[in-house]
């Protein structure tokens, strides 16, 4: 197969990459360098450097005998997101919406998306499972469910063949070491308690340590992003091969708290990582945790580095290597 992988340069993108390469695939990476990285491209991979608001060379991209695209481009920071919902509209919506119609016009039948967790805001149940109700609590979350609609008419209208994967809490990295770029200005977890422990922050803020949780702490279900990535090469030759579209979760079912990463991670490190409780941080969940049931009997998917040692281990392998001591 001959996937296109637009975001292809970033932190998940990257690791989707390295997957299908080893999976044998052909692979084109198109991605505009905004968030996307030049380190993590691979030379067995060729690499279009174009924003997907570009529609001419997104169709030209398309048409060299893509089968797949797998689009991960889009503004992921869900506090950003609610204080500038116009950048998230134009690049999540629109860009997806050029994406979408450049598949279409290059007759490419099959695209891989990334979705979120996000779309299902605060929990009514858990583990969450595909059929919880979609309430996303913030802009961010909006946009992936309005593409998960647009996704379904496309394939209604147009037999265009989707895979939607909703992650949980993406982390980790290439556990061969063969990723190595960092993502400017992380606002998740655990590049955070990383950068505390090579002495680029002073300390982790804990938003909250009074939650209805064992420990006062959130509780995530953090996912490795190379299992994240093999799901990608699954779902791709999945819904080729039964000509049907599919949702699903990718989480490893386990929830972690906010203090058992801390704890970890000093662990494993070996630094102090100091830390502030304070606030609530608004529109957090107390509890995530996902049914990943669905990924696992359709596509034979499963987890194998989402164990937190793991998770822990190979961040701190690359934080290690590009701030060394
Ligand atoms: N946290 C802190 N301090 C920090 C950063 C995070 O205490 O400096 C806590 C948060 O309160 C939360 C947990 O660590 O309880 C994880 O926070 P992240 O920001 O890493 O991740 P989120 O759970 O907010 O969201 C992530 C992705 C979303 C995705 C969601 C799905 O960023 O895109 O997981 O579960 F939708």
């Not at 996307?36 to 398309?62: C, Q, W």
């Not at 598949?103 to 805001?121: K, P």
């Not at 609530?280 to 969940?285: A, K, N």
Request: aromatic share 10%; net charge negative.
């Amino acid at each position: 197969m001959h996937a296109l992988i637009i975001g292809g340069a970033g932190y998940i993108g990257s690791h989707v990459v390295r997957e299908f390469l080893d999976a044998g695939h052909a692979v084109a990476v198109y991605d505009n360098l905004s968030l996307g990285r030049t380190e993590n491209l691979f030379p067995e991979a060729t690499f279009v450097e174009a924003d997907i608001l570009d529609y001419d060379t997104l169709l030209a991209a398309m048409r060299t005998g893509i089968d797949a695209v797998v689009h991960l481009a889009a503004f992921k920071a869900a506090g950003e997101s609610m204080e500038q919902p116009q950048k998230y509209a134009l690049n999540n919506l629109n860009g997806t919406v050029n994406i979408l119609n450049a598949a279409l016009d290059a007759g490419v039948r099959n695209i891989i998306f990334s979705s979120s967790a996000a779309v299902y805001g605060e929990p009514t149940y858990i583990p969450i499972d595909e059929h919880h109700p979609c309430n996303p609590e913030n802009f961010y979350g909006f946009t992936k469910l309005e593409i998960e609609y647009l996704l379904k008419w496309y394939d209604r209208l147009k037999g265009l063949r989707f895979a939607a994967l909703r992650y949980f809490n993406a982390a980790g990295y290439d556990v061969d070491g063969r990723i190595t770029g960092l993502e400017n200005n992380p606002a998740n977890l655990l590049p955070i308690v990383m950068e505390v422990a090579v002495g680029k922050r002073d300390k982790l803020q804990i938003f909250g340590d009074n939650y209805r949780t064992d420990d006062g702490t959130c509780v995530r279900d953090y996912v490795h992003v190379s299992d994240l990535a093999a799901a990608h090469v699954l779902a791709c030759d999945y819904i080729h091969d039964n000509e049907v579209s599919l949702t699903v979760n990718l989480g490893s079912e386990t929830g972690v708290s906010v203090k058992r990463v801390v704890e970890e991670a000093r662990a494993l490190t070996g630094k102090p990582i100091p830390v502030d409780v304070v606030g609530r941080r608004p529109g957090d969940p107390g509890k995530l945790a996902a049914s990943a049931q669905k990924a696992k009997r359709n596509l034979g998917w499963k987890p194998r580095y989402s164990d937190v040692a793991t998770l822990i281990s190979s961040t701190w392998n690359v934080y290690r290597k590009n701030f060394p001591a």
